[in-house]
């Protein structure tokens, strides 16, 4: 599956960005977001299974809201954006088709295919 994702830029601290993310293939995925900022490990961001089950990382809950908007394609709604937000983000498909723990649906290697990334840079 390819995955192609979008919407990234340059902001200003306070601001909001919204990213997307569509996934080609007739399977359904489950959708996660993945950032990974210079000199730092790619981390877990959110995910949404294929139920509309939601897992969203403590250092943006309460800011950044990942929406199924269509079969294969999630959107990840970034408001209050802080400088430590900056980093280039990935949007992952993970398969159906077997069982997935909270900790495996944050884990970067449950998740076969990924998009190209797009860069989030926040602005003092």
């Known amino acids: 599956v390819q995955l192609q994702a979008s919407g990234g830029g340059l902001v200003q601290a306070g601001d909001s960005l919204r990213l997307s993310c569509e996934a080609s293939?007739?399977?359904?995925?489950?959708m996660a977001w993945f950032r990974q900022a210079p000199g730092k490990e790619r981390e877990f961001v959110t995910v949404?299974?294929?139920?509309?089950?939601i897992y969203t990382a403590d250092s943006v809950k309460g800011r950044f809201t990942i929406s199924r908007v269509a079969k294969n394609s999630v959107t990840l709604q970034m408001n209050s954006l802080k400088q430590e937000d900056t980093a280039v983000y990935y949007c992952?498909?993970?398969?159906?088709?077997?069982?997935?723990?909270?900790?495996?649906?944050?884990?970067?290697?449950?998740?076969?295919?990924w998009g190209q990334g797009t860069q989030v840079t926040v602005s003092s």
């Open positions: 992952a498909a993970a398969p159906t088709g077997r069982s997935y723990s909270m900790r495996s649906y944050m884990t970067a290697t449950s998740y076969a295919s």
């Open positions: 293939g007739r399977n359904v995925y489950h």
């Open positions: 949404i299974n294929t139920g509309g089950l």
